[in-house]
């Protein structure tokens, strides 16, 4: 895949807080990148960093290859960006929000441009009305539609499901869909961990400004396995836990209201341990076989603190 944004060895100091740590991270092209973390993580730091909104106290960050405090103003004709305001006029119609932006970026052909762009994000309806008659979530389509009049390479969107109800959340995450089907790279900063999981690629992982994980969401949710038994005999339950223990395969146990949760070393494994169950002659009824979700991963990843390696 073509590299699109290289963050290099990024530090940020504020006010002699260290904000992010050494952050190392690629994005590329056609891509759907979450960035995740709990408050305070750094997140919205890292993202002004890569908009040229901040310098960094140290590294560097590069676009195409070329270093960001080369490109100057040229930065803003590559990046679409819907932040959490999101820079449309309320007395303007949805037409005219557009067409100011589209002058702005000097865009040919603006009539044809702003009908496209209206027609893309399912506002064609309203395209005369106030933005102070919208909802939310076509506010924020409308938002969209603003960040990518100029055709950039790369859209950034901070909250772009916050506060939405579930048709206009649909209509959002269909939106990022396309705009990454389409190869433009997405970068989604989000506390929405579902609809991250249901959008992007990647996702990157901040706590206490540090990288706890860079992985694809298929390897995230996948990255542990666990059963769910329930056993009758729940005097029998400690010899069970101590029998597993020894097990290559199992991470660790939990006990449960019915029985035990057994937390897999990979989830691979699931056929092995169930192996390693028959064999204690302990009866037990399989209820559940799962992976994590990356909301779990997400937790426990924040929680103890881990760098990425």
């Known amino acids: ?13 504020i006010n002699d807080k260290l904000i992010l740590d050494n952050v190392n991270l690629t994005i590329y092209s056609g891509e759907a990148l979450g960035i995740l973390g709990p408050n305070g993580a ?14 960094p106290s140290g590294g560097s960050v590069f676009i195409h ?49 702003i009908d496209q762009m ?6 064609k309806d309203r395209k005369h009305s106030r933005v102070s008659e919208f909802s ?9 539609a603003r960040a990518i009049i100029h055709d950039p390479d790369i859209v950034i969107l901070d909250e772009p ?11 959002v995450r269909n939106l990022l869909i396309n705009l990454k089907e389409v190869g433009k790279t997405v970068i989604i900063n ?25 992985d694809t969401v298929e390897n995230v949710i996948h990255r542990n396995g666990y059963l769910i038994i329930e056993i009758q005999e729940k005097n029998l339950l400690d010899k069970l836990i101590a029998k597993l223990s020894s097990s290559q395969y199992i991470e660790s146990t939990q006990k449960t209201e019915t029985g035990l ?31 994590d979700s990356l909301e779990t991963v997400f937790f426990e990843l924040t929680k103890e603190g881990v760098k990425y390696e």
Do not use: Q, W
């Open 118 to 123: 209206i027609e893309y994000v399912g506002l």
């Open 65 to 113: 290859g070329n270093p960001l405090n080369s490109l100057g103003n040229e930065v803003r004709k590559k990046i679409g960006v819907v932040l959490d305001i999101n820079g449309l006029y309320p007395r303007l119609t949805a037409y005219s929000n557009l067409e100011f932006y589209a002058r702005i970026y000097r865009i040919n052909n603006i009539e044809d441009k």
């Open 136 to 144: 939310l979530g076509m506010s924020r389509r409308l938002a969209i």
């Open 261 to 291: 949760r057994i937390n897999l070393k990979n989830p691979e494994y699931k056929n092995e341990v169930i192996t390693v169950l028959k064999e204690t002659g302990i009866s037990y009824n399989l209820l559940n076989i799962n992976n």
């Open 42 to 55: 750094g997140k919205t730091t890292l993202l002004r960093i890569i908009l040229g909104l901040y310098k």
């Open 1 to 13: 895949m073509k590299e699109v944004i290289r963050v290099d060895e990024v530090s940020k100091t």
């Open 161 to 171: 499901t916050n506060g939405l109800d579930p048709e206009g959340t649909l209509l």
């Open 190 to 214: 989000s506390h929405n961990l579902s609809e991250v999981e249901k959008v992007c690629d990647r996702v990157a992982i901040l706590n206490k400004g540090a990288l706890a994980l860079v």
